[in-house]
């Protein structure tokens, strides 16, 4: 297929039952077609049943259109939506373990506190440091501690929700009977792609 | 009531409506052998090696639109099953595939026999279930059913460890499942299917392109009145033979690579192409770019993924091909007189001249020989004999393509072969789970003898199980449609494809209890073949054919579909060949 646009990241959500091989599924679907993941990070959903996985891929539209449809063909995956198309709110988390000397130690802090990140560890000659962000908000620390020598370095991945009232993945739990109270509508259309022709 | 998990297992496929299972037991899946002993009403097919056992399911399914059951044991025979799984898969053939496991405490100890079974099936089966509790057994099956007969259809794998199969579970068997995501779209959508109808009712150049899913869907009743309805002609690819009969004059028999030059020139020229449960596979689109570059494509397919994968597409209707078609007739019904839209009368008039014309300067063809058997001739005579009613079933090569290309299919679910996959050794295994489902038709398993020689094994079970499948083996002594390749792209640097140290398939045949024919001249062919469709029981025909005969025509892999090598190419023709091909 002819690439129709340029390449740029896209972040996914995707709701799946909590079962035993599911992440495998997903990420041998990503192995075997082909495609790349940046980051993938997956947690359990207000309904214990249901998992939820916040995908970062990079692709033109055909690779995208590609990806969220053998998602969807998957048997355990609910509901897949393309965030990146509406508006919605990404965070990554990142534990940071930089060099302390007596010399850099203030400035290391001054830092922190700019970027609102947290010392959770402190030893005489470390400070492991914990921040969240958007990516260039957690690229951004990064780069700013790397001259003091970053010991280690651990990013969970990016989650992203919607912003808005309307509730990803209640259709789901509604079915579960689990959601009580109705999701109030919403004016703007959302685009959940995969399923309609 | 409380059953072992091997009696559970027993009583679904019982409830499920299965009434043959293909196997070959071992250590783990014993326990459901034992309780097989005193089972009544399952035929149990005793196949001679694993990938046996789902390619006989795939022959039952296909032929039989029920889903067909494999039963292996552990280790090994899982392994040696993946074959017939990802055959399955890329044909859209719905089977469930069950293998035994080592008892779940002692999973991932590297057991005696033990694989990661449903790791290594994760990606060649459209579902897969590892059983890790006996409670849960009953509505895994119920679901692996359910799963592999629905939507695309397709192979299902799951997973019994021994313990499960050996401990006693309450057992009821389920009436219903909920899968919630898990809901194919049937129904094609009517605002979509509205704008096909004015597409097809415009067009001054149609064509339909007609693939396996129109067979799944059983579809063929559909596609027929469609086509007839609006005068379209028909092309379907390796898949969808029998969904059109070959011999209707709209027909303009398989598209692609080895497809007639009149169905690729058709569909190089339309303005409107319609494929019904087709997916737009290399073999059948030669160079994307260059595959119906003027058509506006309307692809209806069941599943969403297929459309817009290799080819863009202007109208997409996701749903049942029978469905969708049959909402499709009720558009364009009333809107044509005579079966022509009255708007583009003259232009299809043009059209159909077009393609007689197309029809009359290449029609498929060879050079009749009164010494050396061509290949072609026996297939013609295989079409004459069972005047189109046989089951058909191939192997993988050249001997495919001219059964693809020379015998007239009449119906659908008649003709079984490995398209996406191109398994070789497919055609005797596969034959004798169609012979199963079918115990009075004639089945007929065209084969190679390079591709018949990987499952000839099972002789032995078409002998001892009383499967009177009938082998004709196209002998050239050679893996000859790799010779064609290195003859043609390859600058006739033959490597590795001389076969004529093969067994004698008359002793052979013989060796195995069943009964051995030979023909070396073309007079034998006739008489060979009436002699094989009247034996009772099993028969190997060792058809001694040219030995340097070609398919043709021919498109070069990334070739584009117009420029087809019609006859045996000259060196300019081969080094455009060559040049094609590594430019692929």
Redesign the interface.
Known sequence: MQNGSEPKKHTIAVLVENRFGVLSRVAGLFSARGYNIESLSVGETLDPTVSRMTLVVRGDEFVMEQVIKQLHKLIDVIKVTDLTEENHVEREMILLKVNAEPASRAEILRIADIFRAKVVDVTPTTYTLEATGDETKVTAIVELVRPFGIQELVRTGKVAIARGAKARGRKAEEKLGKVVEPAPASKEPVRDIGFED | MKLTGARIFLECLKREGVDVVFGLPGGAVLPVYDALYDFPGLRHILVRQEAAAGHAAEGYARTTGKVGVALVTSGPAATNLVTALQDAYMDSIPIVAFTGQVPTHMIGNDAFQEADN??IT??CT??NF?V?DGKDLAPTIKEAFY?AATGRPGPVHVDLPKDVLVKEWPFEYPEKIS????NP?YD??PG?IKKAASAMLRAKRPVLYVGGGAISSDAAAEVRRLAELTQIYVTTTLMGLGAFPSEHPLSLEMLGMHGTYYANMAVHHSDCLVAVGARFDDRVTGK??MFAPNAEIIHIDI???S??????VHI???GDCRRVLARLIKEVEGETREGVPSLVREARKQWAEQIARWKAEFPLRYDWDDEVIKPQYVIQEISNLTRGEALIVTGVGQHQMWAAQYYRFKHPRAWCTSGGLGTMGYGLPTALGVQAAHPDQLVVNIDGDGSFVMNSQELATVYESRLPVKTVIINNGYHGMVRQWQEIIYKERYCAIDLSASPDFVKLAEAYGCVGIRATKPSEVVPALEKAFSTPGPVVVDMQVDREEDVFPMVPAGGANKDMILERPNKDVKAKAAKSQTGF
């Open positions: 449903v790791g994760r990606s459209k579902h590892l890790k799963i899968l919630r995501s898990y779209t094609g959508h979509q994307v770019e599943d969403p993924s459309i817009s994968k290799n080819i863009q997409p209707i996701v």
